[in-house]
Nanobody
Framework: QVQLVESGGGLVQTGGSLRLSCAAS????????IGWFRQTPGKEREFVAG????????YYVDSVTGRFTISRDNAKNTVYLQMDSLKPEDSAVYYCAASVLTTPVIARGAYEYWGQGTRVTVSS
């Protein structure tokens, strides 16, 4: 099993930046693809960005392309989500998740392990 812990959330003004971290522990010897998802009350959890084990394949939803950057440091078992030019509509609880697939996909069901989430609030 893999345990995932998110951190880095908080309150930021519109146009500001945050960097989220997803730290993995446990069976980190497996080569997991990591996805970031977000969820707001009353809405389904949606895919935001993903990165494969080697970092050579990344994928972003259109709404964050050009503003968010996903990266990873496998030596630290950590995946990052750099979020720039934040908008109020980016406010959500952000979750990271791990998948054994070799490329990031948007389907929640493809991810076996989930963190507890970190809250991001962007004020207008």
């Amino acid at each position: 099993q893999v345990q995932l812990v998110e951190s880095g959330g908080g309150l930021v003004q519109t146009g500001g930046s945050l960097r989220l971290s997803c730290a993995a522990s446990g069976r980190t010897d497996n080569k997991y693809t990591i996805g970031w998802f977000r969820q707001t009350p009353g809405k389904e959890r949606e895919f935001v960005a993903g990165i494969n084990w080697t970092g050579t394949s990344t994928y972003y939803v259109d709404s964050v392309t050009g503003r968010f950057t996903i990266s990873r440091d496998n030596a630290k078992n950590t995946v990052y989500l750099q979020m720039d030019s934040l908008k109020p509509e980016d406010s959500a609880v952000y979750y990271c998740a791990a998948s054994v697939l070799t490329t990031p996909v948007i389907a929640r069901g493809a991810y076996e392990y989930w963190g507890q989430g970190t809250r991001v609030t962007v004020s207008s």
